[in-house]
């Protein structure tokens, strides 16, 4: 083990130890004066302004200077942050399906029966589903890493940690900001903000954005084309008004809309898997996909070749273009801020956060057609916030709140299969309809013993309600000798794949997930904590079938109790900051989502969700900034992982022959054992203007994408390189950046399809760009 037990006593011995030594220096070390310090970073992890060097918890946080130094797409551009963080687009769909992992849990599945096990939360509004969570980086004014459960105050399916992510507000001042970019793949970027108000109680603020990449990343070996193109189109409005003192009222509408091209996928078939053994479709090596270049594809769609000898089918997937693909999002929120008096504080967000995504796949990533699938969703999730906050500068603060949440989906799936029935394609439909519904109380307070000590506890309890229908070849497919109970529904079948026949489940869960946090502030300068905290992601039902048993059989909720030591310092009057955390948490009832072969589908594969584990995950992880020189801050971090099941069976069998095989000798995904960065902000005043230098590693280090962690889909440790430089004159400024420099092709997500063959996706290559830009008013 990379971090064994006693690994972890000697480092919180450590950081005690360095605890005890700062509190003998004077209230204030001041190793060397300098005439800056760093910039206090002030968070709202905790639903309430605070310094982060004050905070009981592990948070990083970046602010909205180093964000725009970045030149960032999306969050995947700004994860270097934070140690242990892993975020990928797994590119199973369209609008960015997201694959985050803090510490070692997460998800990465598109099916939207799979909830987060890392929240994204964007500007108050917990984003519900995997897809489109991989938030633009359009206006943003902050992002904030919290790691570890966060079950108090965000409630189920945090229990990996939360991405939160603000925007700005309105100044109700006449101000704003414009920018163009060009880059490599014909890659064009426009967009722009705008605020306006009366400068007292009023303001709007209005957004615009429009990129366009007319060339992909990938050279298709078949048809000639680059896929990878896409368009994407964004405008918000932002009302902000203030009627009395003390209370604002603020609305917000996004929409969103992309077109892109359909997923690119690299088919990594090995010698065993059906595809390569049977239809020739073998990869040369563990290293590289059937295409011969990890940036290179086959996939077919209408132009697709027919490996039998029957005669090829007048097939063109419906009459859809099968070869693009859509995701439109619809953001609608409502912000009440109250300050009831000096001491009393009301807060109410309700949002309504709306998608629908159209996907034809071709899975195989071969040119033969033998495992395609159409798979339109549509999605909706309301939820409604109160929180009241008491802070009279006593000893006693905290937060209490209600959460209701209401969500659905529908996705109508068809699946076009070649390979169970040699040289006959067949359409097998299957419909997911489900429901959730959730509430929660929750509380979380501060005792201020006296200067030095603070204890902190909370808790919420959270009730969950899930409901499933199944319509397709379940359970049209079954035998009424073995599913006697649903023999009147079987018997209402007029073929296999008749999606009239609908088969319905519902079941409910409740927990109650508690905190305590006690925080000891040995000086003016330094702080040590120790957390204790529960995670808690809901139950559900499985979204793909195969049988009456998996689809109305519920998988239950898992938990993670987290316990932290974190130590938070600052040094040289300011200009260094060193914080460290050890943590170990106990992980129960883990769900699993595996893939394995079955008779009883017409595609010949099941994904099935199952609490099939315990784990254990231990680390450490460390932090610095360091204002250098006036103008240079560095910034760096370390992340230590050990990650490994306790218990891990799984029942490889078949219906009424059961056989457990234990998986626990498997590393967990995306679980590396070292993640790290460095990154450097230099500005200094040339010539008329200021000349501003960005440049960031960032160390990923081996991991597995896979369950299974096959050969061919395990990614060697990687460095990812970013930089830019920016000119800035006045209001404007003109820049020039690069991403990925080094060109890492380390695959964002892999799949072993049940034996039947493995599939991957590329990280996106090298890239660089110019930008040029104007800010006016305030």
């Excluded at 917990?126 to 966060?150: C, H, K, N, Y």
């Excluded at 007319?214 to 896929?227: A, C, Q, V």
Aim: net charge negative.
């Amino acid at each position: 083990m990379l971090v064994s037990t006693r690994g972890l006593r000697a480092t919180a011995a450590f950081l005690l130890s360095v605890a005890a030594t700062i509190a003998s220096l004077p209230a204030r070390p001041v190793l060397a004066a300098g005439p800056a310090v760093l910039e206090e970073i002030v968070v709202t992890a905790r639903k309430r302004e605070e310094s982060l060097q004050d905070v009981a918890m592990s948070v990083s946080a970046m602010g909205q200077r180093e964000i725009e130094a970045n030149f960032a797409t999306d969050l995947r551009d700004l994860v270097y942050i934070s140690p242990n963080l892993v975020l990928d687009d797994t590119n199973q769909g369209p609008g960015g399906v997201a694959a985050a992992y803090i510490r070692g849990i997460g998800v990465s599945e598109v099916e939207k029966n799979f909830d987060p096990a890392v929240g994204v939360v964007v500007d108050g509004l917990f984003l519900g589903t995997m897809s489109g969570s991989i938030t633009r980086a359009i206006d943003l004014e902050s992002v904030e890493v919290l790691r570890g459960p966060q079950g108090t105050l965000f409630g189920r399916n945090t229990i990996g940690g939360v991405i939160k992510v603000e925007r700005s507000k309105p100044t109700k001042e006449l101000g704003g900001k414009v920018r163009a970019s060009y880059g490599d793949y014909d890659t064009t970027t426009l967009d722009g903000l705008v605020n306006f108000g009366n400068g007292e109680n009023f303001g709007i603020k209005l957004t615009g954005t429009w990129r366009k990449q007319d060339e992909g990343y990938y050279r298709n070996l078949f048809t000639g084309r680059k896929d990878g193109q896409s368009e994407y189109l964004s405008g918000g409005v932002n009302l902000l008004f203030e009627p009395v003192v003390g209370l604002e009222l603020e609305w917000t509408s996004v929409i969103e809309r992309t077109d892109q091209d359909s997923n690119q996928l690299l088919n990594v078939g090995q010698p065993g898997q059906l595809f390569c053994d049977v239809y020739g479709w073998c990869s040369p090596d563990t290293r590289t996909p059937v295409s011969g270049d990890r940036y290179a594809v086959l996939q077919a769609y209408n132009d697709f070749t027919w490996p039998f000898a029957t005669p090829r089918p007048a097939f063109d997937h419906d009459g859809k273009r099968p070869d693009k693909s859509s995701f439109d999002t619809d953001t609608h929120k409502l912000d009440v801020r109250w300050q009831i008096n000096d001491s009393l504080r009301f807060d109410y967000i309700g949002g309504l956060w709306q998608t629908d995504e159209k996907v034809i796949t071709d899975w195989d990533a071969v040119p033969d057609l033998l495992f395609h699938t159409d798979r339109p969703a549509d999605y909706e999730q309301f939820t409604n916030e109160l929180r009241l906050t008491y802070d009279a500068g006593g000893a006693i603060s905290g937060t209490a709140g209600l959460y209701t949440w209401d969500s659905e989906y529908e996705i109508p799936l068809v699946s076009w299969i070649a390979f169970v029935v040699p040289g006959t394609l067949l359409a097998v439909p299957q419909t997911t309809k489900q429901e959730s519904d959730s509430w929660a109380i929750f509380f979380e307070g501060d005792w201020t013993i006296n200067d030095q000590w603070t204890v902190t506890l909370g808790g919420r309890y959270t009730e969950d309600e899930k409901t499933t229908t199944q319509r397709g070849n379940v359970p049209c497919g079954q035998s009424p000798v073995l599913n006697p109970e649903f023999a009147s529904l079987i018997a209402q079948c007029s073929g296999p794949f008749d999606t009239s026949v609908p088969i319905k489940a519902k079941q409910s869960w409740n927990e109650f997930t508690p905190k305590v946090a006690v925080r000891w502030a040995f000086s003016d300068a330094g702080m040590a904590y120790f957390l204790y905290s529960r995670g808690y992601r809901a139950g559900g039902f499985n979204g793909r079938v195969d049988s009456i048993d998996t689809a109305i059989t519920p998988y239950d909720p898992e938990t993670v109790d987290n316990f932290e030591l974190g130590l938070r310092t600052e040094w040289l009057d300011r200009r260094l900051i060193l914080n460290g955390t050890v943590f170990y948490m106990d992980y129960k009832d883990k769900q699993e989502e595996i893939q394995q072969p079955s008779t009883t589908s017409g595609t010949g594969q099941v994904t099935r969700v199952v609490n099939a584990s315990t784990a254990q995950i231990s680390g450490v992880e460390l932090e610095a900034i360091w204002l250098a020189v006036e103008g240079l801050t560095l910034r760096a971090n370390l992340g230590i992982l050990d990650a490994s099941y306790d218990q891990f069976l799984v029942d490889v069998g078949t219906p009424g022959n059961p056989v457990l095989k234990d998986f626990s000798n498997l590393d967990i995904r995306r679980a590396p054992d070292v993640t790290g960065a460095v990154v450097a902000d230099y500005e200094k005043q040339w010539g008329p203007g200021n000349v501003l230098l960005h440049a960031g590693a960032r160390y990923l280090g081996s991991h597995e994408v896979d369950f299974a962690n096959k050969p061919e889909l395990h990614n060697d440790a990687q460095w990812l390189v970013d930089a830019s430089l920016t000119y800035e004159y006045q209001q404007f400024y003109g820049s020039v950046y690069g991403r990925n420099l080094l060109e890492e092709d380390g695959y964002q997500i892999g799949f072993d399809v049940a034996g039947l063959w493995s599939y991957a996706s590329t990280r996106p290559p090298r890239t660089w760009g110019v930008e040029i830009g104007m800010r006016f008013g305030q």
